[in-house]
């Protein structure tokens, strides 16, 4: 008679060398550095459409849009750079033969990989999964799905279909669902054409025009950068608004910590222990909100580390904390970050 363990270990073979003949799930593609495409994009259910032709330069941090329809700038290239302030995105106008530089703004993403249809975005390269095939314009795809949201708080998520039989990665549709917080907003399809790997672009292709040194020559953005005429630009990057990129996140949080350490200092000498204590997890579950977006953010874990030095610091000098308390609160706010990450 043949032992209950006997068939477990039996059965349990047999799935390992089923498992074993199975054909391995597709990986994410790691896609080119530089790349050129041509785009059909469809913003929240139709409401806008635009074509464009893409330039993504990762090797120098840089992309441009050109012959774009649906906005008067029909060139937008967008200058990245380590240091954040001086990244530029110049709205071009082109006319008699030339490009016309109107103006420039702060783009809304710190680093080129956040661009609206990046192919190498902090989640796409760490959380993207195969998620089955699908046909799409006649074209056998593989499809990658992932999210990129603000610590747990859903914000959006995309599907990447790849061509499946292309000698090279390739792109043939990015599907982006917005759901800013959990709140369904709509949906934008991007559809690539013409899309093949380039080892190097023509400076042309980011030239400013004449006009550059004169009308995008100022220290400060335009005053057009608030304005509804960028209606291609705001529709394209409707989601990074959502996504709350480093510049406007931070800002944020110094002004929300700002007025925590403020109102602390102000009531600290009137406030009852109880109270001070109450006050200070208050600011301590703030600093570790802010330490969870730092998965959003795609900070790196010294960043990271440093940004929950710098919190933990303040918070130690506001609430004037002893040295093995504000060790306490440095050590758990860097095993938090350390765990996000």
Same mark, same amino acid.
């Given at each position: 008679?043949? &032992?209950?363990?006997?068939?477990?270990?039996?059965?349990?073979?047999? /799935?390992?060398? +089923?498992?074993?003949?199975?054909? =391995?799930?597709?990986?994410?593609?790691?896609?080119?550095?530089?790349?050129?495409?041509?785009?059909?994009?469809?913003?929240?259910?139709?409401?806008?459409?635009?074509?464009?032709?893409?330039?993504?330069?990762?090797?120098?941090?840089?992309?441009?849009?050109?012959?774009?329809?649906?906005?008067?700038?029909?060139?937008?290239?967008?200058?990245?750079?380590?240091?954040?302030?001086?990244?530029?995105?110049?709205?071009?106008?082109?006319?008699?033969?030339?490009?016309?530089?109107?103006?420039?703004?702060?783009?809304?993403?710190?680093?080129?990989?956040?661009?609206?249809?990046? /192919?190498?975005?902090?989640?796409?390269?760490?959380?993207?999964?195969?998620?089955?095939?699908?046909?799409?314009?006649?074209?056998?795809?593989?499809?990658?799905?992932?999210?990129?949201?603000?610590?747990?708080?859903?914000?959006?998520?995309?599907?990447?279909?790849?061509?499946?039989?292309?000698?090279?990665?390739?792109?043939?549709?990015?599907?982006?669902? *917005?759901?800013?917080?959990?709140?369904?907003?709509?949906?934008?399809?991007?559809?690539?054409?013409?899309?093949?790997?380039?080892?190097?672009?023509?400076?042309?292709?980011?030239? @400013?025009?004449?006009?550059?040194?004169?009308?995008?020559?100022?220290?400060?953005?335009? =005053?057009?950068?608030?304005?509804?005429?960028?209606?291609?630009?705001?529709?394209?990057? #409707?989601?990074?608004?959502?996504? /709350?990129?480093?510049?406007?996140?931070?800002?944020?949080? &110094?002004?929300?910590?700002?007025?925590? +350490?403020?109102?602390?200092?102000?009531?600290?000498?009137?406030?009852?222990?109880?109270?001070?204590?109450?006050?200070?997890?208050?600011?301590?579950?703030?600093?570790?909100?802010?330490?969870?977006?730092?998965?959003?953010?795609?900070?790196?874990?010294?960043?990271? +580390?440093?940004?929950? @030095?710098?919190?933990? *610091?303040?918070?130690?000098?506001? #609430?004037?904390?002893?040295?093995? #308390?504000?060790?306490?609160?440095?050590?758990?706010?860097? /095993?938090?970050?350390?765990?996000? @990450?």
């Amino acid at each position: 008679m043949v &032992s209950t363990t006997s068939m477990t270990l039996a059965a349990l073979a047999t /799935l390992a060398v +089923l498992a074993a003949a199975a054909p =391995a799930s597709p990986q994410p593609p790691v896609f080119a550095t530089n790349w050129q495409a041509n785009e059909d994009n469809v913003i929240i259910e139709g409401i806008q459409r635009a074509h464009l032709d893409h330039y993504f330069d990762g090797s120098n941090n840089r992309t441009a849009l050109t012959n774009a329809t649906g906005t008067m700038y029909d060139v937008v290239v967008t200058l990245y750079n380590d240091d954040l302030e001086d990244a530029r995105e110049y709205y071009i106008r082109t006319y008699g033969g030339a490009r016309h530089c109107q103006f420039w703004c702060a783009p809304s993403t710190p680093v080129v990989c956040d661009n609206f249809d990046s /192919l190498c975005s902090y989640d796409y390269k760490r959380k993207a999964t195969y998620v089955g095939d699908d046909t799409i314009n006649g074209i056998e795809t593989h499809r990658f799905f992932w999210t990129e949201n603000l610590g747990p708080i859903p914000m959006n998520s995309l599907l990447l279909y790849v061509d499946a039989n292309a000698a090279e990665p390739t792109p043939v549709r990015m599907y982006r669902d *917005l759901h800013p917080f959990g709140k369904p907003l709509g949906n934008s399809t991007i559809d690539f054409t013409n899309f093949k790997s380039v080892e190097s672009f023509d400076e042309s292709i980011f030239d @400013l025009g004449p006009d550059a040194k004169y009308d995008c020559a100022s220290p400060e953005p335009g =005053a057009q950068c608030q304005s509804e005429s960028q209606t291609l630009s705001n529709s394209l990057k #409707l989601s990074q608004t959502f996504s /709350l990129k480093l510049p406007q996140f931070l800002s944020l949080s &110094s002004l929300s910590l700002s007025l925590s +350490l403020s109102k602390s200092l102000s009531l600290s000498k009137s406030l009852s222990l109880s109270q001070n204590l109450s006050l200070s997890l208050s600011l301590s579950l703030f600093s570790l909100s802010l330490s969870l977006s730092s998965l959003s953010l795609s900070l790196s874990p010294s960043l990271s +580390l440093s940004l929950s @030095l710098s919190l933990s *610091l303040s918070l130690s000098l506001s #609430l004037s904390l002893t040295h093995s #308390l504000s060790l306490h609160l440095f050590l758990s706010l860097s /095993l938090f970050s350390f765990l996000a @990450l």
